[in-house]
């Protein structure tokens, strides 16, 4: 995340949220979700960092029977220390609660738990091993980053999957050095790398790498290469044109106004008018090819005759 972006206005689609939540993770959210689903895989859902809600309405979307669905920010709280409350008033001034819940609610029917105030209150509030998705999207200064990484660790069922946005990000170095540090020191296992955010987990990534190559050699809108580094196979994508998974429409959905059809009322009229006559070929000829003086030397002729 970068710049915040406000809105006062209820959406009527998912794209209306304002946030930084490309199509290609909409995709990847969509089908890992979906992949635990098949698999029998249950287990609560947890976000660390909102924003105005659109990964969040997302990840709801993919709630099973049973399971709950837990979210971290700080809204209009304060910030642990200076470094994060700077963070805060630049990136994020006009987040407020009342603006996530309003989109949330504009898709759903509750609100998931909302835990408001920073994501070190989250290990006090979610009981160990009892998720199966976390997605990491609060602070970018390394020290919190650790601390998150390390609460989804304790959290997440031995088979979940954690998800890092802005972990290459030029203006977040802090995430990069605390993804790469959990993945070299702290047994994390990448599964696949998107232009904004490493997907990963403590368990074995190899069933789920061997199933997601498998969908993404099927798409044209993907690129894809995989490569080998410090023991780990990392599949890296990224979008070429993708268009977002389809997603239902909120509450406030209203249909596209149709076509103005006047145009197609005037080319009625007009096929409906007599043709004119068609001029003759000689007063076509006389019309195209002689001078104006020699056109009317021949009507005065005409006219003595008669």
């Known amino acids: 995340m970068t710049h915040a972006q406000a809105t006062d206005t209820h959406p009527g689609e998912l794209a209306d949220v304002p946030g930084w939540f490309p199509a290609l993770d909409q995709t990847l959210f969509t089908w890992f979700l979906e992949q635990q689903k098949k698999s029998g895989i249950k287990g609560d859902l947890l976000e660390l960092g909102v924003y105005l809600g659109k990964s969040a309405i997302l990840l709801g ?6 399971e709950r669905f837990t979210v971290c920010d700080l809204f209009e709280g304060d910030a642990p220390d200076d470094a994060n409350k700077a963070e805060s008033a630049k990136s994020y001034a006009s987040l407020t609660q009342q603006a996530f819940e309003r989109n949330y609610l504009s898709f759903h029917d509750t609100l998931p738990t909302v835990i408001t105030g920073p994501s070190s209150l989250v290990d006090e509030k979610v009981a160990p091993d009892s998720c199966r998705f976390v997605h990491i999207d609060a602070s970018h200064l390394y ?3 650790y601390g998150d990484i390390g609460a989804a660790h304790d959290i997440l069922l031995p088979e979940g999957i954690v998800v890092l946005d802005d972990f290459r990000s030029e203006h977040t170095p802090g995430v990069s ?3 790469w540090e959990a993945v070299l020191n702290r047994c994390l296992r990448p599964i696949c790398l998107s232009t904004q955010k490493l997907y990963a987990t403590w368990g074995d990534p190899e069933p789920l790498q061997e199933e997601l190559l498998a969908m993404l050699r099927l798409r044209t809108d993907v690129g894809l290469s995989v490569q080998e580094a410090a023991g780990h196979r990392l599949i890296r994508t990224r979008s070429r044109g993708m268009k977002p998974p389809a997603f239902p429409p909120s509450r406030h959905y209203a249909e596209p106004a149709p076509a ?3 145009a ?8 409906a008018r007599p043709a004119r006559p068609a001029p003759s070929a000689v007063r076509r000829l006389a019309k195209d090819l002689l001078p104006p003086v020699i056109t009317r030397a021949v009507r005065r002729v005409r006219a003595q005759r008669s």
């Open 61 to 66: 979307h993919h709630l099973q029977d049973g």
């Open 143 to 145: 020290e919190h980053v």
């Open 177 to 179: 050095v605390a993804a």
């Open 260 to 262: 103005p059809a006047a």
């Open 264 to 271: 197609t009322e005037v080319s009625a009229s007009r096929a």
